[in-house]
């Protein structure tokens, strides 16, 4: 199960599941993720769910800026074209914060630290 959690200086503040499909993000009315800031762009990001390719049990979740003002980053660095999140990726639309969490991939890396070893 994957989540994208708002956060406000630190503190969890909204939580949305991602379960499949696209969520849109940004300011207006009509998107999944409304975020009421007049720096956001009415539709700001958008975020996909993707079977993987090689294991169909777990999802790929990718992120796109849809032409924003004030940008989308992931890490700190600017999202150019579509990018695959990965388990505590920290998201920026504008100012505002979020945390990527998908435990599926969480367990995903753990097995295959412990297969390396």
Known sequence: MAWLIQLV????????????G??????HPECDVLIDDSAVSGR???MSVKP?????QFRE???EDLGSTNGTFVNDQR???RLRLHHNDKIRLAWNQFKFVDNDEQDLERTRHM???
């Open 52 to 56: 993987n390719p090689d294991f169909p």
């Open 79 to 81: 999202v150019a074209q």
């Open 22 to 27: 696209e969520l849109t993000l940004g300011r």
């Open 44 to 46: 700001h990001a958008r």
């Open 9 to 20: 200086d630190d503190v969890a503040v909204h939580k949305f599941e991602l379960v499949g």
């Open 61 to 63: 979740y990718y992120l």
């Open 115 to 117: 297969v390396s070893s």
